[in-house]
């Protein structure tokens, strides 16, 4: 059986290197100080346990160490196996870090040398004591000042002084820098304003001035809302009615959480400890903000007039579809299976194979939302959806709609005298014509822009993802509310 060496790091063993030799431990029994001593110098860590297959390589021991080899008297010739001297103990670790490296004693040198060497050591001590004068100062009295050059020492002593004043001031800064970047600061627009690269992260607004223009537009309604408290409280209830007690939080910090919340889809319990607050507290600032903007955003203008839609026209509708008055398509959000199986079957979609909840979203041809339905089940046709969007009722006599062509509502629009724009479907077999397919192409090209607005609404993450039943009450007002602050981002077509 080979043997392998027990001091950390070392790799030797007796199969890889057969001419080294491979010590036993003394028996912490019959030799128990020089055992103590071997186990202190290889340094390994407790439990340490030794057995008869213990062993200490060669390469760890000095030639000193050995006893001198003896001869077998038969071959004549020097023993292999070397012993070890009865005070031996292993020294060399060349694996060792160097702080665990047993040093070599100094040699101490000769009294002559030592004589001859005395007077240079007492002529440097001197002259690094002129150089710079060792400073004695007594708490209890003032520093002496000598008869020759007592004015200089005086000096130094000033010097000194002045220098440990700069150095406790910057101890006393370092210890305040020290205890800011340990304390916990809550999330606050104070802390995030100077920043536009992270208010976009955070909000969607490109900068702070025009998350700060929004603010100011719901500001003066805010400082008067009544904070949601369950489904007793509605929103006609604000107006006309004593605001209920004020949160310790600022507006604004409550404009941000709700932002950071739509636009991340953080946890109620994760900004509960972002904002130092209770998941109470959050749950209730967030229902509460999002039905003042939900109604502060539907009092503006958001349906423009067919002079300004034609005003903002952008080339490339001008030129082949300038009676465009909207463009339209369906989108579905998802959300948590109903606990109902009524409600399960109506919201089940086949398209997305999830339950869903849909609206129709329609922008104008410079890409700013001008419409947003209701959310209706996921079962609903586009068709059904159209009619029941209350859209129609917007529409103008010679107006022009652009839909995807799954959109067959061309009867429904000419009735109130507006054209239908969608790519042409092919007849059986039959493929398109070359006239019908650069109609597909130009079609597409600027339909595009309606699925660009929709996924900037999506790119509010509380949406992306499965809502959850706990905001069934306010689904559809999130879908506005987000689809409305789309709009303060630049123009998708320019």
């Not at 700060?212 to 509605?234: H, S």
């Amino acid at each position: 059986m080979p043997h392998h060496c027990c001091v950390p790091l070392c790799q030797n063993n007796s199969k890889r290197q057969p001419n080294l030799a491979f010590h036993k431990l003394p028996s912490p029994e019959t030799k128990r100080e020089q055992y103590e001593q071997w186990e202190k110098a290889i340094h390994r860590d407790p439990p340490f346990t030794v057995n008869k297959f213990t062993r200490v390589c060669g390469e760890h021991f000095t030639a000193d160490d050995y006893k001198k080899p003896g001869r077998n008297r038969k071959t004549k010739t020097e023993q292999k196996n070397p012993k070890l001297k009865d005070d031996a103990v292993p020294s060399i670790f060349k694996t060792f870090p160097s702080h665990l490296q047993k040093k070599p004693a100094k040699k101490r040198k000769d009294p002559d040398s030592r004589r001859h060497d005395a007077p240079l050591a007492k002529r440097k001590r001197r002259s690094r004591s002129a150089s710079s004068p060792a400073l004695h100062v007594d708490d209890a009295s003032e520093p002496q000042v000598s008869d020759d050059g007592g004015s200089s020492h005086l000096d130094g002593v000033h010097e000194h002084c002045s220098c440990v004043a700069d150095l406790l001031e910057q101890v006393a800064s370092l210890q305040e820098v020290i205890k800011l970047s340990t304390t916990h600061i809550p999330f606050s627009m104070d802390r995030f304003k100077e920043d536009d690269q992270r208010i976009r992260y955070l909000t969607g607004f490109l900068t702070f001035g025009l998350l700060e223009d929004c603010y100011l537009l719901l500001e003066p309604n805010a400082r008067e809302m009544r904070y949601w408290r369950g489904e007793e409280t509605t929103v006609g209830e604000r107006h006309g009615a004593k605001p209920g007690p004020k949160q310790k939080m600022p507006l604004i910090d409550q404009f941000l959480l709700v932002l950071i919340r739509l636009r991340l889809g953080l946890d109620i319990e994760f900004l509960a400890i972002c904002f130092q607050s209770s998941a109470t507290t959050v749950s209730r600032i967030f229902t509460t903000w999002i039905n003042l903007m939900y109604v502060q955003f539907r009092e503006l203008p958001m349906w423009p007039s067919r002079r300004k839609v034609n005003k903002y026209m952008p080339p490339c509708f001008k030129r082949w579809y300038p009676a465009t008055r909207v463009i339209v398509d369906g989108t579905e959000f998802f959300i948590e299976t109903p606990s109902s199986f009524e409600r399960q079957s109506a919201n089940w979609s086949s398209y997305k194979h999830h339950s869903t909840h849909k609206s129709l979203i329609g922008i104008s041809p410079d890409g700013n939302v001008t419409f947003v339905s209701d959310l209706f089940e996921g079962a609903i046709s586009d068709n059904a959806l159209t009619e029941a969007s209350g859209i129609l009722t917007l529409l103008e006599a010679g107006d022009s709609v652009m839909a995807d062509k799954r959109f067959e509502i061309k009867d429904m629009l000419a009735s109130i005298g507006v054209r239908l724009n969608i790519p042409p479907k092919r007849q059986g077999d039959r493929q398109l014509t070359p006239e019908q397919v650069v109609t597909t192409k130009n079609i597409a090209a600027v339909r595009i822009h309606v699925e660009r607005a929709i996924r900037r609404i999506k790119l509010f993450r509380l949406l992306a993802g499965a809502i959850p039943n706990s905001l069934a009450g306010i689904v559809d007002k999130l879908v506005f509310v987000a689809a409305a602050l789309s709009n303060f981002q630049p123009s998708l077509v320019s």
